[in-house]
């Protein structure tokens, strides 16, 4: 097979590059100086890694503070590096070498520059977050350090695609990209800001703070995305070819999603459910309302479960508030006491044995009716109210049952129970 000039002067200029470049002396000194401070550092980090860990656990500190420090803690190795590098560059240079030190200065550039962007980005508390954004800040030091940074911006230039009269570059979506990324955190960050703030407000109600926080949180979100697509260099008129299908998709895909927003809304408008309200739900669910979110409300009960309940639920099913209106809410406990008794004695004790609990207020006073003369029993109502639903109705109902007890028993009142008499008829045949 014959040899092509070209590619045997290609192979010849690349063996003359490297014998040039790479194997050379001085590389092979900087790579060799390279690894052995990458193993000192190394060492150092494992020997302090578990006296820096006890130090931080010792900490009397707030706890993002010591989250700080935890991720600080990782910087030993690179920073170890970097001193140890930097002293190596220059008792190297004190003598007198036929090489430059190209290798050992750009990789204590890069470690300088890797340490400057996990310290400046510490306030990020997601760790995923704060990651991407250190790699991708880091990469972008890192071309400008080597000096591939207009190489690759011009690489990305030509990259390029039309769609219909615009003109879409590889370096465009990459740039929109990255402003996006950094667009929508920032959203989020300001809206939490702004929503601990609206929290500690006194002048707002409950329902109002929510509702100031989710239309501050969505109005950032939407800003954050509109600018980013305005960085990547797209036209927003672009956006209104697509608009009817993200209608369509919106109206079958999500209506559900788009039910539960809208009916959120309204709960914090009209203020029929707030933050705080005691709720009852068609299926049994009793608790009191902890949050409200733009998709759901958490309901906790008395044994901390939390129900996150659709917000459409609030609008198409019947839900009893005891916090709506009025704070007084009105409890019923039927009971059944003998026929020897006197109703009107059975009365008397009930009302005085509900006016002895605690949590039962006096204004309006406890009543009691007798309902029905049944098959076994003299069936009486018992009406009382109370101004604390919120701390367990099944509890006062338990302490009215547990007073009549008390009151019956010991004025001689019998409370009955079903019985049955049976006969047994002898054969006289047999």
């Known amino acids: 097979m014959a040899e092509s000039p070209e590619l045997n002067s290609l192979f010849e200029k690349t063996l003359a590059w490297l014998y040039t470049h790479v194997l050379t002396p001085g590389t092979f000194t900087q790579m060799s100086l390279l690894a052995a401070a990458a193993m000192i550092a190394a060492g150092i980090q494992i020997i302090s890694a578990q006296r820096l860990a006890q130090e931080i656990n010792n900490l009397h500190t707030f706890p993002r503070l010591k989250a ?49 962007i996990k310290l400046m980005l510490q306030f990020i508390g997601n760790s995923f977050v704060r ?43 990459v740039k929109g990209a990255f402003a996006l990324c950094f667009l929508l955190y920032g959203a989020i960050f300001v809206s939490s800001l702004a929503e601990r703030q609206i929290r500690v407000s006194k002048s707002l109600s409950p329902s109002s703070k929510v509702l100031v926080s989710k239309l501050v949180r969505g109005f950032l979100v939407v800003f954050a995305l509109l600018l980013g697509i305005m960085f990547a260099g797209i036209d927003l008129s672009l956006l209104a070819v697509f608009s009817g299908g993200i209608g369509l ?38 608790g009191w309302v902890e949050k409200m979110g733009a998709r759901y409300t958490e309901i906790v009960t008395h044994d901390f479960k939390s129900y996150l309940i659709p917000n459409e639920n609030f609008i198409t099913q019947q839900v009893v508030n005891w916090s709506h209106g009025n704070t007084l809410i009105r409890l019923d406990v039927d009971f059944g006491v003998h026929y020897d008794s006197d109703p009107r004695k059975v009365k008397a004790l009930a009302r005085d044995a509900a006016a002895k609990l605690p949590r039962i207020v006096l204004d309006p006073p406890p009543i009691c009716h007798l309902v029905q003369f049944g098959d076994n029993s003299i069936n009486f109502k018992l009406r009382f109210w109370i101004s604390d639903a919120e701390n367990d109705v099944a509890d006062i109902r338990s302490q009215a049952l547990l007073g009549l007890w008390d009151a019956f028993k010991a004025n001689g009142i019998k409370i009955p129970y079903p019985h049955r008499v049976v006969y047994l008829h002898e054969d006289k045949a047999a």
């Not at 030091?141 to 879409?168: C, M, R, S, W």
């Open 249 to 286: 998709g919106i109206g079958f895909g999500l209506q559900r999603v788009i039910s539960n927003l809208l009916s959120g809304m309204m709960l914090l408008l009209d203020e029929s459910v707030k933050p705080g309200d005691i709720i009852e739900m068609q299926d049994g669910a009793f």
């Open 68 to 116: 700080v420090f935890y991720n600080m803690r990782r910087l030993v190795f690179p920073f170890v590096l970097f001193v140890l590098l930097v002293f190596m560059r220059l008792a190297v240079s004190q003598r007198e070498v036929a090489y430059r030190l190209d290798i050992l200065g750009a990789a204590a550039n890069l470690l300088a520059a890797w340490i400057i």
């Open 131 to 173: 990651n991407l954004f250190a790699l991708s800040i880091w990469g972008t030091a890192a071309l400008k350090i080597l000096g591939f940074l207009p190489a690759t911006v011009t690489a990305l230039q030509n990259a390029e695609i039309d769609l219909g009269n615009y003109h879409l570059t590889a370096l465009s979506v």
